[in-house]
Structures are given as C-alpha cells and as structure tokens.
T-cell receptor, first 112, second 110 residues
Framework: ETGVTQTPRHLVMGMTNKKSLKCEQH?????MYWYKQSAKKPLELMFV???????ENNSVPSRFSPECPNSSHLFLHLHTLQPEDSALYLC???????????FGPGTRLTVT | LAKTTQPISMDSYEGQEVNITCSHN???????ITWYQQFPSQGPRFIIQ???TKVTNEVASLFIPADRKSSTLSLPRVSLSDTAVYYC???????????FGTGTQLKVEL
C-alpha cells in the first residue's frame, strides 16, 4: 500500500545525534498521528494532529518534537535520544480524528 | 479513559470461526469501536468499525450489545494468514483518548 509512506524505514543513531522521521499521506486525510511500539508491547500514541493543529501530546519527552507543516506531511524530530527509545515508530492518518486510521510501514529506530 | 481489556492470546485451527471479545466499561456516548489487525514489524490494518448492534464486511463481523460495554470481533473460517495481533480501540467525541489496548495474539494452526 502506498497511502501512507514513512522514511527512512530503518535508522540507527547515536545518543548525541539529531535525526528526523518523515511521514507522508496521499489520502486527503485531515488527521495524522505518531505512535511508538516497543518490542512485544502495544502501540503508544505520542501525538495527534488534526487540520495541522496538535490536539494530543501524551506526555512525550521533549527529545521528541513533532512538526506538521500541512495536512499531508508529518515529521518527528529526534535529538539526544536514549537506548530505551529504540522502537518501531508508526505514522497514521485518518479522515478525521476518530475515523479509521491508515498506518504506514513504520521506521525501525535503534539508538546506540 | 476508555480502557479496553482483551484476552492476551487465543489459539484456533484453520476453518474455524474465531470470536475475540473486548471489554470497554467506560465507553462514552460518542465513542466508536474499531478493530485492527497487526502483523510483526508492520503497521496495524483496519478491520471493522461499529457503534452499536452488528456490523459486517467482507472479512469480519462486529457484535455490540445494547449496553456497548463490550464488543466481539468474529472472524469466519480463519486461515494461517490470520495469525496476528488484534487490537480493539474505543474512541470518539466523548473525550476518551485514542488508546490501544494490549491486543490479542491469535495463532491459527493447521
């Protein structure tokens, strides 16, 4: 499926690096989401944007910084991460905040 | 917060019907119930969504009792490829946050 794309698919970064994850949706949706999924754990919602405005921030550490320049693009800026931040980061979009979500393939992040 | 509770795991055989139940006692009036399927190292995939009574699509049925405090995802005649984690999500305009539960690991065997 190409509705929601994420780049890169894999990322290895040191604790002092700065990197960004990119998500793009081609579905004309108005809401976009970032989730974190650690090994064998359920999804944890990080941020929600609806019509480019952030509507939820679930107590995410400031080393994760989201950016939503328009309804089609969502970024997650990363800096000074910790090894426990290693996880699969998933982006999703939906027509509106509570409609069915379409997920991207995820970015597998490893912090060394 | 509409916390959901599901069985951690279920086992089945090919060709059988599988029913996975989710409890959501704090569901709000405006909340919808959505089920997702997730394979390892992939993003979840939407299966079905409902508000009350019964919803059916080409892959599953969703049964919701009148009090809406639980819901049951029914997968008819499962196959090996249905082995995955199934998540129940309850959210809507009632103020509940989007929270995925722990999910149910379904294992289908020959």
């Amino acid at each position: 499926e190409t509705g929601v794309t994420q780049t890169p698919r894999h990322l290895v970064m040191g604790m002092t690096n700065k990197k960004s994850l990119k998500c793009e949706q081609h579905l004309g949706h108005n809401a976009m989401y970032w989730y974190k999924q650690s090994a064998k754990k359920p999804l944890e919602l990080m941020f929600v944007y609806n019509f480019k405005e952030q509507t939820e921030n679930n107590s995410v550490p400031s080393r994760f910084s989201p950016e939503c320049p328009n309804s089609s693009h969502l970024f997650l800026h990363l800096h000074t991460l910790q090894p426990e931040d290693s996880a699969l980061y998933l982006c999703a979009s939906s027509q509106d905040r509570f409609y069915e979500q379409y997920f991207g393939p995820g970015t597998r992040l490893t912090v060394t | 917060l509409a916390k959901t509770t599901q069985p951690i795991s279920m086992d089945s055989y090919e060709g059988q019907e599988v029913n996975i139940t989710c409890s959501h006692n704090n569901i709000a009036t405006n909340d919808y119930i959505t089920w997702y399927q997730q394979f390892p190292s992939q993003g979840p995939r939407f299966i079905i969504q409902g508000y009350k009574t019964k919803v059916t699509n080409e892959v599953a049925s969703l049964f919701i009792p009148a009090d809406r405090k639980s819901s049951t995802l029914s997968l008819p005649r499962v196959s090996l490829s249905d082995t995955a984690v199934y998540y129940c999500l309850v959210a809507g305009g009632g103020g509940n946050k989007l929270t995925f539960g722990t999910g149910t690991q379904l294992k289908v065997e020959l």
